[in-house]
Every structure is written in C-alpha cells, then in structure tokens.
C-alpha cells in the first residue's frame, strides 16, 4: 500500500514539473511579414517555436500546426531589458528581410546565420 501511495506522490508532483519543462522551451510568434530564417523563406502568420539544446546553443524548430516549416541554429542571450513578442529583422541589399532574433521574457532569441547575409 505505502508503494502505490508514494508513486500516485511522486506523480502529482512531476507531472507540474514537466509541464513547467515544456512550457520553457516554447514560445509563439507572430510575423507581420515574410522573413528568411536559416534557409527557408516563411511567411506571414503564427508560429510555435520550440527549442532544444545545452546550453546557449540551440535548435529552433518553427511549426505551423503539426508541420515543422523551419529550423535554425541559434542561441540563447540572457536579457533582461527584453520585450517579450518583439522581432528583430535585418534587409539586405536585395530586399530579402532576414530573421535576427525573438525576444521572450528576459532572454532572446538570436538567429546565427542572421549576420552572414545582412547588408542594412
């Protein structure tokens, strides 16, 4: 008896837990226009990103319903002037706007290859 008690104890409490671990590695975003992350071109709309990784470095995965569309290295940059929903863009010399960052709740997000391409 006193084992099944101690399982059902252990479940209510690592069931928050890992809900709690989910929800920090997940955000949405809403783009106003069409942008260039890593090699894909996405278009205006929502999008739930999730991320894994150790560390600062990251795989972001950005998906649209069950679809993944996208996926992007970045990293992880504490800040705790952030602005949580806002999006950093760059345009290079040929108008291609180029994903730069999300900014969540005291962190950003920063797109690694943004650089390579920006020219504004």
């Known amino acids: 008896m006193k084992i099944k008690s101690l399982s059902a104890t252990a479940i209510l409490f690592l069931i928050p837990a890992l809900a709690f671990a989910g929800q920090r590695n997940a955000a949405s975003?809403?783009?106003d226009q069409s942008v260039k992350v890593s090699d894909t071109q996405l278009a205006p709309g929502q999008y739930k990103l999730t991320w894994e990784g150790n560390g600062p470095n990251i795989?972001?995965?950005f998906t649209q319903g069950k679809k993944t569309v996208a996926t992007a290295t970045a990293k992880v940059?504490?800040?705790p002037s952030s602005?949580?929903?806002a999006i950093d863009t760059d345009t290079t010399a040929d108008k291609t706007v180029i994903l730069q960052g999300i900014e969540l709740k005291n962190e950003t997000i920063q797109f690694e290859n943004a650089a390579s391409g920006a020219g504004n």
């Open 29 to 31: 975003v809403d783009l």
């Open 59 to 61: 795989t972001v995965n």
């Open 77 to 79: 940059v504490s800040d």
């Open 83 to 85: 602005q949580p929903g």
